[in-house]
């Protein structure tokens, strides 16, 4: 944007001589933001714990809000640069306690398609932004980017709308021992009364699996990596995945596309890029239709080979043919359908199923933390990208600075992460679809591999296993559990010596647990 070269240029120049900014500036200028959001995520946590996920949510916004004016109010570098670190910080506490939020308010059947359209609002942002700046960049003056950046205040303002409007997540209400806050806030979520039989059930498995996992353990951050059920290897596939998301290289094309694509002599590169924004928006849509019918494993795995092969396809071709001004446009066409078929697999998984994945895979009593930790992981690697991508590609004024010249061959980077991480999810993700955020506990204590996962069926009641130390309908218990039973068969002689009013009762509400037959009422 040359209104912003101009007023923000510290004396550098381009090789056309106009004034520019440096590319040590530039780097900074779009890092610190993923600096700041890092900073954020890992601070969300225990803002998270200690206010709820709501009122959390509600500070992250006042803290973006108040990055974006710093934004809008810079007349120089180093002003920016805060603007921008401080509206990092509110990205960073949102973009985890979004998908926290949406994972524990959701019902089971929609609960992925559900934290999938948290990445179709990202890239209708993205998109919009591009829009934004297609209208704006030819503006003389201050105005050519102070709109746009004053533009995501408006966004801030309906997101905290939505939330006043919402309650707490009723399993937040759980942990902190609010039952009766948590019943009616699960009673507003599935628009049922509150003593209907779902909600008391449902609650009732919620509060049985959070006891259940108290034993287990206490809900510090030692937890999240030495905790059972197997909270390690938990905590290390969500940072896997949040990495490896970035390491597909999709933010290399967000960040960077409009001047690789001019580096690469790419005719109106701002127009590609917004074209690439609509693909990377719609493409999003296929992944909400199938990623509770295909399941997180396979949705993964597809989407990454479909990212390697463009992403290698690109880079082959840009080495065989190297620098020859014949085969110019060819090379151009070829880069520009390939890296809209890598953006249509990446917005159709890896874009949106990566959030779905962190956010289920975690118990209750550290899923802030293991999420925070895991999220803190992405934009730690974001930062890394959006620093070190103008020295590794080298193009335009970037070639004088000593940079390593990559131009198109960094897709060949990008294209061995992809290979990397279908390995990944093969190993290490379990499938956690159609079944609840209380079950997926169950399933890590029961399957093994995770290539094994897409055949459990859960069984156990945590209301069982927090009575009795077993569930009847689950695996035989163990000697430990065993020793629990004489409370069982107390309480079992206790009931015995009731009146006979409440035997007639009891017997009652048998016959009407009976007659609903097989409905499932859980979420």
Not at 247 to 257: A, E, H, K, S
Request: with cysteine.
């Amino acid at each position: 944007m040359e209104s912003f070269r101009e007023h923000f240029s510290t004396g550098f120049k381009n090789e056309a001589g106009q004034p520019d900014i440096h590319p040590h500036q530039v780097s900074l200028v779009v890092a610190m933001l993923s600096a700041g959001t890092a900073v954020g995520a890992l601070c969300s946590a225990p803002v998270a714990d200690f206010y709820g996920r709501r009122l959390s949510l509600i500070l992250g916004i006042v803290i973006f809000c108040i990055g974006a004016v710093f934004q809008v109010s810079a007349t120089n570098i180093p002003l920016l640069v805060v603007g921008r670190t401080v509206a990092g910080v509110g990205v960073g506490l949102v973009s985890v306690l979004v998908p926290l939020y949406q994972s524990e308010m959701a019902p089971k059947w929609v609960r992925g398609t559900l934290v999938c359209a948290y990445q179709l609002s990202i890239t209708t942002g993205l998109l919009l932004a591009s829009i934004v700046n297609i209208l704006t960049y030819q503006i003389k003056g201050a105005a050519a980017y102070r709109i746009p950046m004053g533009l995501q205040l408006t966004w801030a303002v309906v997101l905290a709308l939505g939330i006043l409007m919402l309650p707490e997540t009723p399993r937040y209400l759980i942990k902190r021992g609010y039952k009766e806050a948590a019943a009616l806030s699960l009673s507003r979520l599935r628009r049922l009364d509150i003593t209907h039989p779902a909600i008391i059930e449902e609650l009732s498995e919620i509060e049985a699996n959070h006891d259940y996992e108290m034993r287990l353990g206490p809900d510090n951050y030692k937890d999240i990596l030495f905790g059972e059920p197997h909270l390690g290897r938990r905590t290390l596939t969500g940072c896997g995945l949040q990495m490896l998301q970035q390491l597909t290289g999709v933010n290399f094309i967000m960040y960077y596309g409009t001047t690789f694509f001019q580096g690469a002599n790419v005719e109106n590169p701002y127009m590609i890029s917004v074209i690439m924004q609509v693909i990377n928006t719609l493409s999003t849509l296929p992944g909400l239709v199938v990623v509770e019918s295909w399941g997180r494993r396979r949705l993964l795995i597809v989407g990454a080979i479909g990212m390697a092969l463009c992403q290698l396809l690109i880079a082959s071709f840009a080495t065989a043919t190297g620098d020859t001004g014949g085969n110019e446009q060819t090379q151009n066409y070829l880069l520009i359908v390939f890296v809209a078929i890598y953006i249509f697999f990446f917005a159709a998984s890896w874009g949106p199923v990566v959030w779905v994945v962190t956010s289920e895979i975690y118990p209750l009593k550290v899923r802030a933390k293991s999420m925070s930790v895991s999220t803190a992981s992405n934009w730690l690697l974001n930062f890394a990208i959006a620093y070190g991508t103008p020295y590794m590609v080298g193009t335009g004024t970037t070639n004088k600075t000593g940079s390593a010249n990559l131009g198109s061959k960094i897709f060949f980077v990008w294209g061995a992460f992809c290979i990397v991480a279908v390995v990944f999810v093969w190993c290490m993700v379990y499938e956690t679809s159609k079944i609840s955020l209380e079950q997926i506990d169950e399933m890590y204590e029961r399957v093994d591999y995770a290539w094994n996962s897409r055949r459990f069926e859960p069984s156990w009641s945590f209301q069982q296993m927090r009575d009795f130390g077993f569930s009847e309908s689950g695996i035989p218990p163990t000697e430990q559990q065993l020793e629990l039973q004489p409370s069982r068969a107390s309480s079992a002689s206790t009931s015995q010596t009731d009146t006979g009013t409440s035997t007639a009762t009891s017997s009652n509400d048998a016959k009407v647990i009976l007659s609903m037959g097989h409905v499932d009422f859980s979420y």
